[in-house]
């Protein structure tokens, strides 16, 4: 059990440092640069579409739109 978690942690810390390189090349897209920095603003931002004091749904929003911004971002190729 143990492996496995740590195998999901390293998973997320590389997929968040890939999102963070496609932000910071050259060669993303403008477009793109502005979803991620939105998504952020969005996702740390005290309003929401669906406030936080609901019990399951108000955080789950914010996470879900992490998943999906980590996710489309995980798409773009950052050459090195």
Not at 18 to 35: C, D, N, R
Not at 44 to 64: K, M, N, R
Request: net charge negative; no cysteine.
């Amino acid at each position: 059990m143990a492996g496995e978690e740590l195998h999901l942690v390293s998973r997320l810390i590389q997929v968040i440092r890939h999102a963070i390189a496609v932000f910071m090349a050259k060669e993303t897209p403008l477009y793109v640069k502005a979803v991620l920095a939105g998504g952020l603003v969005y996702i740390l931002s005290p309003w929401d579409i669906i406030p936080e004091w609901l019990p399951v749904i108000g955080v789950l929003d914010d996470f879900a739109l992490a998943a999906l911004l980590l996710s489309w971002a995980g798409r773009f190729h950052v050459q090195k």
